[in-house]
């Protein structure tokens, strides 16, 4: 790499390498934060994609309660008298 006057490899925009050098240190910061956060999501679990599954399979059975659930005639009533 070459550095001269007009900057690296004879470029004259020294702010378009700085920007270039403060994405790439951004998107590197990102990910180290994302690769924390599973980090620490899974943190004692063995089978991580296992709980995962089980947790959807249940959501997926909740919803599907509440849809076959009837409205409007089921659930406690009132009796007065």
Do not use: C, F, Y
């Not at 007009?6 to 998107?27: A, C, E, F, V, W």
Request: net charge positive.
């Amino acid at each position: 790499m070459e550095v001269t006057s007009q900057g690296i490899l004879g470029l004259r925009h020294p702010g378009l390498i700085r920007n270039i050098i403060q994405d790439t240190k951004r998107r590197q910061l990102a990910e180290a934060a994302e690769k924390r956060q599973k980090e620490t999501t899974h943190r004692g679990i063995k089978k991580p994609e296992a709980v995962e599954r089980k947790k959807k399979k249940q959501e997926e059975m909740e919803k599907q309660a509440m849809m076959t659930t009837p409205t409007g005639g089921g659930g406690l009533r009132w009796q007065v008298g």
